[in-house]
């Protein structure tokens, strides 16, 4: 699993992860990936069109990011969700908690309204 983030400095965090959100990639980039909303005070957008696979632990993480961000009254949109990975997250109903949408403009979009 691999975390890059984009744009810390700015008004939108975009966070963009690759590989398996399984237990082993969830614990190697939950640590950055919860620093860099910490550290930043823009909205969040996270890019998980590189991302096959998403476990228990993944949406846990997202979760967790999502309540984060929403503590320091950020925004916080999940956008670009494979097919295996978007049927997860509607088999647990995590466009309940968290928005997630098909494409970044659907994100920016969703972000500024």
Do not use: H, W
């Not at 965090?13 to 398996?20: E, H, I, K």
């Not at 998980?48 to 999502?66: D, N």
């Not at 509607?90 to 403009?105: G, H, K, Q």
């Amino acid at each position: 699993m691999e975390l890059a983030v984009v744009g810390s400095g700015t008004a939108l965090l975009r966070l963009v992860l690759a590989g398996r959100l399984d237990a082993a990639g969830t614990e190697k980039v939950e640590g950055r990936f919860s620093a860099a909303i910490g550290n930043s005070k823009a909205d969040v957008a996270v890019d998980l069109t590189g991302v096959s696979f998403v476990g228990s632990l993944g949406i846990r993480m997202l979760i967790a990011a999502a309540r984060q961000a929403d503590r320091a009254r950020r925004r916080f949109v999940i956008f670009g969700a494979q097919s295996a990975v978007a049927e997860v997250f509607e088999t647990v109903s995590l466009d309940d908690l968290i928005p997630v949408v098909a494409d970044e403009d659907a994100a920016l979009a969703r972000l500024k309204a």
